[in-house]
């Protein structure tokens, strides 16, 4: 007596005492079968572009913004000497938050852009493509 799991369960073995579950034939013969698309790779690459991004820019924003917060309580003499005509350097670091913020948020965009929207983009036409063929049968 063999167990066979309902349909509704992921096609990968979650134990190794499973019996490996046999597939049905793939309806186009000429296109390899590919896994459901909730298990596929991309969404794996898609997480850790995201976490990527995410992290660059916070980083970039926080870890300025901790500089300048360690620079105020452990070196005084640096935030208060004078750079030019008078403007001490803890003013002018902290003008600069806003510009190193814009970077950020630049650095966010380009990244979304460049790595993780065309991710999700493919992922998404994939899965219109799975739930037609879904439909379809």
């Known amino acids: 007596m063999s167990y066979d799991p309902p349909p509704h369960q992921p096609s990968y ?3 190794p005492w499973q019996q490996p579950r046999s ?15 909730g298990h596929h790779s991309d969404l794996r690459v898609l997480r850790s572009a995201y976490r ?12 300025y913004f901790t500089l300048f917060l360690v620079l105020s309580a452990f070196a005084p003499t640096v935030m208060t000497s004078t750079v030019a005509d008078g403007v001490p350097a803890g003013l002018l670091l ?3 938050q806003l510009p190193v913020t ?36």
């Not at 597939?23 to 698309?37: F, V, W």
Request: net charge positive; proline share 12%.
């Open 23 to 37: 597939r049905p034939a793939h309806p186009h013969p000429s296109r390899p079968p590919r896994p459901p698309l």
């Open 94 to 96: 902290a003008l600069l």
């Open 102 to 137: 814009w970077l950020a948020i630049a650095l966010y965009e380009r990244t979304a852009r460049r790595r993780v929207d065309p991710l999700a983009d493919r992922i998404r036409r994939e899965a219109e493509l799975d739930a037609r063929r879904g439909a379809a049968r």
């Open 13 to 15: 073995l979650s134990h």
């Open 52 to 63: 990527w991004q995410r992290r660059t820019a916070t980083f970039t924003a926080l870890g």
